[in-house]
């Protein structure tokens, strides 16, 4: 039995520590959002967020993660009240068969997450390792810009009423 804290709450797992973490979110906690793409590290599909960085969850096995913070596209927000990244996803329309969105939009956020303000180059370099299929590329591109000025404008928000 291992304790493996996911989107800010604890859930005691009972299963093989070598057990892929995709499994775990998807079979025992019913987080749907990282999806089975590959199986091998190779389409990102899967990707959440582990301590702050971008992680391929189908090749990450549980033992790895005792003491870590799991994140998945669930813990960002909800659907009345989506997290800057889904927000701008959505108004960007990036997302066809939605296959990857998650995917992208997890490695997005960690990016988001250490530089705010990335360009052009660091957004592609950055979502290199997620296959997408669809197209959408260049909307997926200007969503990742839009989610930075919400999270610009949010943060200014916070602290003006914060007062600093």
Known sequence: MMTLKVNGQENHIDADPDTPLL???RDDLKLNAAKFGCGL????SCTVIVDGKAVLSCVTPLVLLEGKQVTTLEGLGTVSAPAPIQRAFMEEQAAQ???C???MMMRAQALLLRNPKPTDAEIRAELQPNLCRCGTHMRILRAVHRAARLMDTADASANERSGQ
């Open 101 to 103: 969105i998650a995917g």
């Open 23 to 25: 499994y775990v979110l």
């Open 97 to 99: 068969c939605g296959y």
């Open 41 to 44: 590290g190779q389409c990102g």
